[in-house]
Nanobody, 122 residues
Framework: QVQPLESGGGLVQAGGSLRLSCASS?????MGWFRQAPGKEREFVAA????????SYADSVKGRFTISRDNPKNTVYLQMNDLKPEDTAVYYC??????????????????WGQGSLVTVSE
């Protein structure tokens, strides 16, 4: 199973919280989350290095979202707090195969999860 396996997502009111999970069997220097809203391009949300010491966030989610990982479980999490309607999108887990430093470009990632719909109502 190379494709990362996502879980979480759902419907929440503005100001609420959700947590996404992503399990991967591929060794990776870093993993990330992207999102894609209807009619828009896929955009970077957050990423984390293998050792968890370095993280990166899009400006739009800084202070509200937290990315973390549990290496014994090969799982990365995205905790989303204070959700806003503009956060509504399909969220994708992404895995960069091998070594390297965190990249925010879609092309830097090799494997993608199936996508999890997050809907934030007013």
């Amino acid at each position: 199973q190379v494709q990362p396996l996502e879980s979480g997502g759902g419907l929440v009111q503005a100001g609420g919280s959700l947590r996404l999970s992503c399990a991967s069997s591929v060794f990776s220097a870093y993993m990330g989350w992207f999102r894609q809203a209807p009619g828009k391009e896929r955009e970077f949300v957050a990423a984390i290095t293998f050792n968890g010491l370095t993280t990166s966030y899009a400006d739009s989610v800084k202070g509200r979202f937290t990315i973390s990982r549990d290496n014994p479980k090969n799982t990365v999490y995205l905790q989303m707090n204070d959700l806003k309607p503009e956060d509504t999108a399909v969220y994708y887990c992404a895995v960069h195969r091998g070594v390297g430093t965190i990249q925010m470009d879609v092309s830097a990632y090799d494997y993608w999860g199936q996508g999890s719909l997050v809907t934030v109502s007013e």
